[in-house]
C-alpha cells in the first residue's frame, strides 16, 4: 500500500450498492468527517459504522488500511460499507448480581421476554418458572409437565409463555400469574425440539399461532386461545431439530434427514427442500430473528410510552433486503441461504473441526456467530458467508451464544462452565465469567441489553450486569 495523501473511495450501503460515484478523500479522513460525507451523500441525518473488509474504521482511514496491509490497493478505488449505528449502545456485562437456585435439575432453557423485563426458565424437574427481575427472585413455580422441559418460548408481545418437554407435550402459560392457560396440546408421539410463534404482523383475525417440530418427523401449528391443532406439516423423514417462522410467513424446518424445508404457513404448501448438509441440521437462524423476537417493543423508544405497529418494527430492525437464513450441521459446515427465493446455498462456509450446536444472526444481520464442540465460536459475514474471525477461550465445547442488542458484544456459555464476553469490534475475549460449577447450557442476552442470564447443570440461574 503506497502513503499517498489522497485515496479514491465509493461508499456501498449493507446491500452493496453505491451512494454516488467515486470520490477522491485525503487518507486521514476520521470517522466524523466520513458521518458528515455520506450524510451529505444521502441527504440523511444518521450516525453510521464504516467497515474495510471487515476491519472497522474506528479513528481515521489511514489507520484501518494499514492493518490490511498488503491484502489492498490504494490504487484501485477503496470500497468503504456504512450501516446504520444501533440506536444505543450496549456495555459489557462484568459481575454477577445474582445466582437464583431453585430448579431442582440442570437449567436447559433461559430466556427474557420481547423487552428485557421478563424472564423465564425450563429445566430436567419437569418445571417452568418465571423469575422477579426487580428483586432477582423466584415469581412463580409452573408444574404441569411430566417430563424434562426441553424448549421455552416467549409470544413476541410477551402475552405468553411455550413451553415443551420430552414426552411431546406443550404447555401455554400466564405470565402475570404463572397460571396455565387452556389444556395441554398434546398430538407430538415424540419429544419436542423447538417452538416457533407466528411473527405479530403476520397475525390475522387476532388468532395466536404457534408452532412445533417435533423428533416424531412432523411440525404441527396450534391455535392457542383455542387449543387446537389447526395443521400438521409431515414430509421429513427423521426427526424435526429446528424450527423458524420468518417475517415473510414462512415455516422453516431443519432435520436430522439432512434437509431444510420452507412450507408456506396459511394452507401448509411445501414450497421448496433445502439440500445441501452431508449430516442431520442441527441449529437454524435467520437475519430477521431479533426483528420478530421484539415485537411491537421498540428499542429506541426506552422509557417511554410504547404503542408502536408490530410491522413498522419489524421493517426497522429486520436490516436491509432479503431474509437470509444460515443453517449449522454435524457434518462442521454452515449454509448461507435465500430460502424465500432458491433452494440453491449462497455460500459453504467451513472451517470448523466439530459439529455446530447453534448458529446466530446479530441483530442487525450483518454478521454470524457458530459456536461447537470444537471449543471455538466462529464469526461469519451475514450477507456474504465469508469467514471473519475465530474465538478462542474456552477450553471445552461452546454450547450457546447470545449477540448484545447493538451487535458489538457476544456471549458465549461452554461445557468449561464459564461465561465469556466477546468484542465483535476486536474479536478478542473482552470478559471471562466463572462462577457457574458445572456445564453452562444456555445464555441469553435481554433486548433491551442490560443483562444476561446463564444457567446449567449446576441447577442454579445467574444474572450479570455492567
Not at 10 to 28: M, T
Not at 86 to 115: K, L, Q
Not at 420 to 441: N, S
Request: aromatic share 8%; charged share 20%; with cysteine.
Amino acid at each position: 500500500m503506497n502513503t499517498d495523501s489522497k485515496v479514491l473511495v465509493n461508499f456501498l450501503n449493507g446491500d452493496g450498492e453505491k451512494a454516488g460515484a467515486p470520490l477522491e478523500i485525503p487518507i486521514d479522513t476520521t470517522t466524523s468527517q466520513l458521518q458528515v460525507l455520506v450524510n451529505a451523500l444521502l441527504g440523511a441525518e444518521e450516525k453510521y459504522q464504516f467497515h474495510v473488509n471487515d476491519f472497522e474504521i474506528t479513528e481515521s482511514l489511514r489507520k484501518t488500511l494499514a492493518q490490511q496491509e498488503g491484502s489492498i490497493s490504494t490504487e484501485n478505488a477503496v470500497e468503504i460499507r456504512y450501516e446504520p449505528q444501533a440506536v444505543f449502545r450496549v456495555r459489557a456485562v462484568t459481575r454477577c448480581t445474582s445466582s437464583m437456585p431453585g430448579h431442582g435439575e440442570a437449567v436447559i432453557n433461559a430466556a427474557f421476554n420481547n423487552d428485557g423485563t421478563q424472564l423465564a426458565s425450563g429445566s430436567g424437574d419437569a418445571s417452568v418458572r418465571f423469575w422477579d427481575l426487580t428483586t432477582e427472585s423466584p415469581l412463580h413455580v409452573c408444574k404441569a409437565h411430566k417430563q424434562w422441559v426441553l424448549v421455552i418460548s416467549w409470544h413476541p408481545a410477551s402475552r405468553y409463555l411455550a413451553s415443551a418437554c420430552k414426552k411431546g407435550d406443550i404447555c401455554i402459560w400466564d405470565p402475570k400469574s404463572g397460571t396455565q392457560v387452556g389444556r395441554i396440546l398434546t398430538g407430538h408421539k415424540k419429544y419436542i425440539s423447538s417452538l416457533a410463534w407466528q411473527p405479530l404482523h403476520c397475525s390475522k383475525n387476532n388468532s395466536i399461532l404457534l408452532a412445533s417440530g417435533s423428533k416424531d418427523n412432523t411440525i404441527k401449528i396450534w391455535e392457542v386461545v383455542r387449543g387446537q391443532c389447526v395443521m400438521s406439516l409431515s414430509s421429513h423423514t427423521q426427526g424435526v431439530t429446528s424450527i423458524r417462522w420468518s417475517g415473510d410467513d414462512l415455516i422453516y424446518s431443519a432435520s436430522q434427514d439432512r434437509t431444510i424445508k420452507v412450507w408456506r404457513s396459511s394452507d401448509g404448501v411445501l414450497c421448496r427442500t433445502l439440500q445441501g448438509h452431508g449430516h442431520w441440521v442441527n441449529s437454524m437462524a435467520l437475519s430477521t430473528d431479533y426483528a420478530t423476537r421484539i415485537g411491537c417493543w421498540d428499542p429506541a423508544l426506552q422509557g417511554k410510552s410504547q404503542s408502536v405497529d408490530p410491522l413498522t418494527v419489524y421493517n426497522k430492525y429486520k436490516g436491509g433486503g432479503e431474509e437470509f437464513m444460515v443453517s449449522g450441521s454435524d457434518d462442521f459446515t454452515l449454509f448461507l441461504w435465500h430460502p424465500a427465493k432458491s433452494n440453491k446455498p449462497v455460500c459453504r462456509m467451513t472451517g470448523h473441526q466439530q459439529l455446530i450446536n447453534q448458529v446466530m444472526f446479530s441483530p442487525n444481520g450483518r454478521k454470524i456467530a457458530s459456536a461447537s464442540f470444537d471449543k471455538s465460536v466462529k464469526v461469519w459475514d451475514g450477507k456474504s458467508g465469508k469467514f471473519v474471525s475465530t474465538l478462542r477461550g474456552h477450553v471445552r465445547a461452546v454450547y450457546q451464544v447470545s449477540w448484545s442488542a447493538d451487535g458489538k458484544l457476544l456471549v458465549s456459555g461452554s461445557s468449561d462452565s464459564t461465561v465469556k464476553i466477546w468484542c465483535m469490534r476486536t474479536f478478542t475475549l473482552l470478559q471471562d465469567l466463572p462462577g457457574h460449577a458445572d456445564e453452562v447450557y444456555t445464555v441469553d442476552w435481554s433486548p433491551c441489553g442490560s443483562k444476561v442470564v446463564s444457567g446449567g447443570k449446576d441447577k442454579v440461574l445467574k444474572i450479570w450486569r455492567a
